[in-house]
């Protein structure tokens, strides 16, 4: 196959790549004195970098890449569309096949009761929308003042502003006055680091109830929602002990409170189901 990857030496795209790259959650000027590793090419689950070196790509590029590289049938399908209507919007009365075709897909796959699709161009800005989509939804039920999000210290939802906040992560707080108003955090469920003497399920019965305690201390009728990861990813791969989700949806169900299940990395089969 024909390859359209400029192979100029390592350390002259390096070089570029220092001078005109900037990276996330990365320091770049440490990064630019050590240099990026340049990946050029991948196939199934192996990366090639510019020297020629094989990786196995653990992390499925982003946590996106569940279906591997290289998928033929892909790359035939997103040309083929290319040519026939590379884009349209859907915002005023319009639509199209593929925006219907992919919800219908998707309503199909997903769980009884999940039958309607908002797209967004990234999990960052899918919990923007989130955020505006709860608090929306109460204030159209008349209860504008139930605006509150309630959260988990080392999430991670997104990088944007809204996204952000919903995240605990406060190194990220300390960058451009994170959290915007009405997010509240309460503690994570991550046995292994913070479970002391208590079995793991003690433990995600206590971390759970946190989310009640937290209701009762900011008023049932001023949360919105529960925002959490089902399996947290960037906070560091934490399954939480087997009570916490069931006690979870008891307190949601309880309160009436909306819970917004982030699998933007664990979602469509990357657990395995
Ligand atoms: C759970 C979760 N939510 C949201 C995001 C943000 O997604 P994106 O990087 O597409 O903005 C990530 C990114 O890794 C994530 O792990």
Redesign the pocket.
């Known amino acids: 196959m024909a390859t359209i990857t400029n192979h100029m030496p390592t350390s002259e795209l390096q070089a570029l790549d220092a001078a005109h790259h900037m990276h996330p959650f990365t320091h770049g000027v440490g990064l630019g004195a050590k240099g990026a590793r340049v990946i050029t090419r991948a196939d199934g689950v192996w990366l090639t970098d510019s020297d020629g070196h094989r990786i196995l790509d653990g992390m499925a590029g982003?946590?996106c890449v569940n279906i591997g590289y290289g998928r033929k049938e892909l790359a035939q399908v997103a040309a083929r569309q290319m040519e026939e209507l590379p884009f349209y919007n859907t915002f005023f009365q319009t639509t199209h096949v593929p925006a219907i075709a992919l919800s219908q897909k998707l309503a199909e796959l997903a769980p009884e009761g999940f039958n309607q699709v908002f797209f967004a161009g990234?999990?960052?800005?899918a919990?923007d929308t989130n955020l505006r989509m709860v608090r929306t939804y109460w204030a159209e039920k008349g209860q504008p003042d139930r605006n509150i999000v309630i959260s988990r210290w080392n999430a991670?939802?997104?990088?944007s502003v809204g996204?952000g906040s919903l995240g605990g992560m406060k190194g990220m707080h300390m960058q451009g006055g994170l959290p915007i108003p009405n997010i509240h955090h309460i503690d994570q469920p991550n046995w292994w680091a913070e479970g002391g003497d208590m079995t793991p399920e003690e433990f995600g019965l206590e971390r759970a109830r946190q989310l009640e305690a937290a209701i009762e201390e900011l008023g049932p009728d001023r949360v919105a929602a529960f925002i959490a990861?089902p399996v947290q990813?960037?906070g560091g791969v934490i399954v939480p002990p087997e009570t916490y989700w069931p006690e979870i949806q008891r307190i949601v169900d309880k309160y009436g409170i909306l819970l917004i299940a982030?699998e933007?990395?664990c979602g469509f089969g990357r657990t395995g189901n």
Request: charged share 15%.
């Open positions: 982003l946590w990234s999990g960052s800005e919990n991670y939802h997104g990088s996204s990861e990813g960037a982030d933007v990395i």
